[in-house]
């Protein structure tokens, strides 16, 4: 079919925004981008631009891509799948052989093992564990942390009357899981909400694997470094359920240190003390911690059902040459703890070596003297059974 006698200018225009990007940016961004381009595409087209192409990152294969017009086959079918079809008029409706759902599910099945096949091998416990259809064909929900206990009962009220979902709960966070795309920035604006995956909620429940003199920080000693925070999600979960603990925040980004501090502010915490520093190059040169916590830059595998693009822009010679840069964090960071202190590892990874062989060759590295350090605590939080991404979290501890 040629594609002067494609019927569909919907299609046309999905085809065309899948075909143009180039993962220079998050897919989500670069939509935005373009919308705004467009400005005669009302809310439903959008919405329907957007379900169809996440659709498309979540399910096809690689020569699905090949041109416009395999990607409009494509999402013909998908839509005569979903039973779709009729809400777009052509005189072509009525040509389109039906997939039934057993198809479908043979077919993402294909997709997942041929996709996988080319990536680095995934951490030992994901191996078996790990469902790909499960996780990949269905849009993400969104999780959302409650900053105060006090304010669940209107937040549980507002959601309700925004007709919002709730799909779980996780109390020992105040969390709540809701739809994708749910209309809730008024209440993070607010300071009621912070939206954060359920894995790196978890991550900051700290209590099974650190004594509870340090978490409360009786003695006054308990100096926290978050030496790669980001906007400071962790940070802010870290504090909520751990409020006496005295923390610094630094990164390399100016920026994001910037954004970190108005999420304090729009909460309604005391800021951090918060500083510019390249973990990759140096320790804390100044003071050791009790606590360390190192969430490391990685693939971000353990992400791609929120952002299904980045499997299809996945660079492998960039994350192979970022495991010494790895490495060279992990060592730094360990290097600022204090004797009898802890070190915090975490990665969004599902790759074997930016997890669990990562952390086996650092203590290595680091016992090679002196055997100082041990790991009592390595897992995955989040992950498709709590409707999440996967994290890997390592908790060490420097031996006295």
């Not at 006054?220 to 909520?240: E, F, I, N, P, R």
């Not at 923390?247 to 980004?253: E, F, G, L, N």
């Amino acid at each position: 079919m040629s594609t002067s006698k494609l019927p569909y200018p919907f299609l046309r225009n999905c085809a065309q925004l899948i075909l143009n990007y180039e993962g220079e940016v998050p897919f989500h961004l670069y939509l935005k981008q373009e919308f705004k381009r467009n400005t005669t595409w009302g809310s439903k087209d959008r919405k329907n631009y957007r379900h169809h192409c996440y659709n498309f990152w979540r399910t096809a294969q690689i020569s699905d891509r090949a041109d416009e017009t395999t990607i409009i086959e494509w999402i013909k079918k998908s839509l005569e799948v979903n039973g779709r079809l009729e809400d777009y008029e052509s005189d072509e409706k009525g040509g389109l052989r039906a997939l039934d759902s057993t198809m479908i599910d043979t077919r993402y099945s294909e997709i997942s093992d041929a996709f996988w096949n080319g990536f680095p091998a995934v951490s030992k416990d994901l191996a078996t564990e790990i469902r790909w259809n499960d996780w990949f064909s269905k849009e993400a929900p969104v999780w959302i942390k409650v900053v105060r206990l006090s304010s669940m009962e209107m937040v549980l009220s507002a959601l309700k009357d925004k007709g919002i979902e709730i799909i779980a709960e996780f109390s020992p966070t105040n969390a709540i899981c809701i739809p994708g795309l749910s209309p809730v920035q008024d209440l993070e604006q607010q300071g009621h909400i912070l939206i954060q995956d359920i894995g790196s909620q978890q991550s900051m429940i700290l209590d099974h694997c650190l004594p509870s003199e340090l978490l409360s920080n009786k003695n006054g000693m308990s100096m926290v470094w978050d030496a790669c925070c980001g906007a400071g999600g962790k940070t802010l979960s870290l504090l909520l359920n751990y409020p006496n603990l005295d923390i610094q925040c630094s990164d390399i980004r100016t920026g994001i240190l910037e954004n970190l501090m108005l999420r304090f502010e729009t909460c309604g915490l005391e800021k951090p003390f918060v500083f510019r520093h390249n973990l990759a190059e140096s320790r804390h040169k100044k003071t050791a911690f009790k606590l360390v916590i190192a969430d490391l830059p990685c693939s971000g595998s353990g992400t791609w059902r929120r952002n299904p693009e980045e499997k299809w822009f996945y660079q492998e010679q960039r994350w192979h040459d970022a495991q010494q840069m790895q490495m060279d964090m992990v060592m730094n960071a360990a290097k600022s703890v204090s004797e009898g202190g802890y070190l915090i590892v975490c990665t969004c990874s599902i790759f074997a070596r930016e997890n669990e062989e990562l952390i086996e060759a650092a203590v290595e590295n680091l016992n090679s003297d002196s055997r100082n350090w041990e790991v009592i605590d390595a897992r995955f939080l989040g992950g498709i059974d709590q409707n999440g991404d996967y994290l890997y979290r390592t908790v060490l501890r420097k031996i006295i």
